[in-house]
């Protein structure tokens, strides 16, 4: 695999930590993006920490000039940046609903937009969405994660569709229960619960999150666009 410039969202712990990492391990150039400042604790000069929030669009403009400025790149774009508001549907408020479709699909429409143009130009690309196996099987209390969650299988499809031409696929990975601060709520009789009803027994870690993303950013996988994966031990099957 050629030395490429990887862009991730929400790299500052959890499953955009273990993608970043992976890529810097291959000896890609890695910038990692968060709402705020932070640093990655493995220490490598690959690994470039970015304060970013993808649902502000001056914020993705002023990344745009720091790419520029610093010669950057990416033809590599993980769009995993997400939150969760949960609330049963009756209870929940306007601003739950907005601000998890802002983050969760609209950030990923604003940060594909600003970084698609280089890739087109360059005939090259991989664009890799985090969805869920919410957005899949759906889940209650989460009907504003489930719906921008869906929402990223239908940008996937037609984004393949229109920029398959130029050498860029764009595919998505739903992760079912991986253990992360999102899932930290998880405990006891609950989480031995969701436990039983996976046929792998475990939730998933952010590796096996990664793995595929490394897979599907890779040659191998030049002839696979416009899928959402499942990752989920089997939770959620088609
Ligand atoms: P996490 O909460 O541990 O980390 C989320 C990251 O996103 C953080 O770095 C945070 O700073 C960043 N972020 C949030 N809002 C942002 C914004 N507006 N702008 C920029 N960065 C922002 O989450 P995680 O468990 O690592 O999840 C990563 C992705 O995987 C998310 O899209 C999530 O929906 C998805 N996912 C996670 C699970 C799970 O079980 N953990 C399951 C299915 C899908």
Known sequence: MNKEVVFISGASRGIGTAIAESFAQLGHTVIGTS???FKFENKQDNLIPLALDIADRSSINN????LKDNNLKPSILINNAGITSDQLFLRMRDEEW????????????????ALIKNMI????GRIINISSVSGLMGNPGQVNYSSAKAGLSGFTKSLAKEVGSRGITVNSVAPGFIETDMTSYLEGDAKEKLINEIPLKRLGSANDIADLVVFLASNDASYITGQTISVDGGLFMY
């Open 35 to 37: 709402r705020s400042e």
């Open 63 to 66: 990344c745009v000039e720091y």
């Open 98 to 113: 907005d601000n998890v479709i802002a983050t969760n699909l609209t950030g990923t429409f604003n940060l594909t937009k």
């Open 121 to 124: 130009k360059n005939r090259y």
